[in-house]
């Protein structure tokens, strides 16, 4: 009898394994990681498993009263049986009363069949499916698939019990996991990646800017009109030119009536072409480019767009009613996106 309850213990004990496994995988798999197994046509193993991950609630019934089997079947059969090998063991060496020999050997029973259901039971299963999650599902899924099958009656009544408690909760249940994350979540995982080791800061910052680009617009990156550098219609070629040199700008705005009325922009390389006898002249109407005109809650990700559809680095920053705010030159798009970019006619700052 004793030794059938022990063949039995171990039975029980894997079962329990092959339970939590079962529960953790599914809950930690991805489909996505799943599907291109699927799409390749020859794994039916994980065409089982992304079935299961996709409809938690019967699988996850099923594992739950898979272990709750297991354990209660465990602590009935493992305990009186471990505890009668003990209480022989003990009678060789000491000579104890009954009642005292029950006691202690039962403590040491209850002990042991604790500690192997929890690590073997439990956490040695729990970390293999954490660690590999889809390689698990994909071995696991299909003869859990068939024992869910098997009590499907049992299953469906527990899942039906437990969404009517959900319920009352006043939450919906949902038979898929959802894996997606927020970009707040992104951000809490490129800074544990970088407190990690695994992500360089550069690294870090290009990523933290991708995320956040989709939410920028126009006016959060533009140069403030107060502080454009721009110059007059009249402006002649040579003045141009020293501007070009002194403020390190290759594109120079052009107003007309006004610092607010800027009907494009002056290109340096366009200025090389005039003659020592042309400095003294203005810019010809048609040497001056256009400049693309957004509005102020412009997309960031939209103007880029823009820019590369239309071939142009700058854009003013209107109002519905004509009102210049500010102006957007593709750098300042660039860097939104990668970080501050310094080139060679960017004047270092002291430390």
Do not use: C
């Amino acid at each position: 009898m004793t030794a059938g309850f022990l063949i039995a213990a171990v039975f029980l004990l894997i079962a329990n394994g092959f339970f939590v496994a079962v529960e953790f995988a599914l809950l930690a798999s991805r489909a996505a990681r799943l599907e291109p197994m699927v799409e390749s046509g020859d794994d039916e193993r994980a065409a089982i498993a992304l079935d299961a991950v996709r409809d938690l609630q019967p699988q996850l019934a099923g594992a739950q009263l898979g272990i709750t089997m297991a354990s209660l079947g465990l602590g009935y059969v493992a305990e009186p049986s471990v505890a009668h090998l003990i209480e022989g063991g003990i009678e060789q060496f000491w000579h104890l009363s009954a009642g005292m020999l029950h006691a202690i050997s039962l403590t040491v029973a209850l002990s042991i069949v604790v500690i192997l259901h929890m690590v073997l039971g439990e956490m040695v299963p729990k970390n293999l499916a954490l660690a590999a999650p889809e390689a698990t599902a994909r071995l696991l899924a299909p003869l859990h698939g068939a024992y869910v099958t098997l009590l499907r009656p049992i299953v469906w009544f527990l899942t039906w019990v437990s969404n009517g408690f959900v319920r009352m909760l006043g939450f919906e249940p949902v038979d898929e996991l959802n894996t997606a994350l927020t970009v707040n979540e992104f951000h809490m995982l490129l800074d544990g990646a970088v407190e990690g080791g695994t992500l360089e800061g550069m690294e870090h910052d290009l990523l933290s800017g991708a995320l956040d680009f989709r939410a920028r617009t126009a006016d959060s990156i533009m140069v403030p009109s107060a502080l454009m550098v721009s110059r007059p219609r009249s402006t002649s070629v040579a003045d141009l030119e020293q501007l070009v040199a002194k403020s390190g700008h290759s594109r120079i705005p052009i107003t007309a009536a006004g610092p607010g009325d800027v009907i494009g922009f002056v290109h340096s390389k366009d200025l090389l072409r005039f003659g020592a006898d042309e400095r003294t002249g203005q810019v010809p109407l048609e040497m001056i480019r256009r400049m693309l005109i957004v509005p102020p809650d412009q997309p960031v990700r939209d103007l880029m767009r823009a820019m590369r559809r239309e071939r142009r680095h700058l854009a003013l920053v209107r109002t519905g009613d004509g009102v210049l705010l500010g102006m957007v030159t593709l750098e300042d798009v660039l860097e939104a996106l990668v970080g501050a970019i310094t080139d060679e006619t960017d004047i270092e700052q002291p430390i």
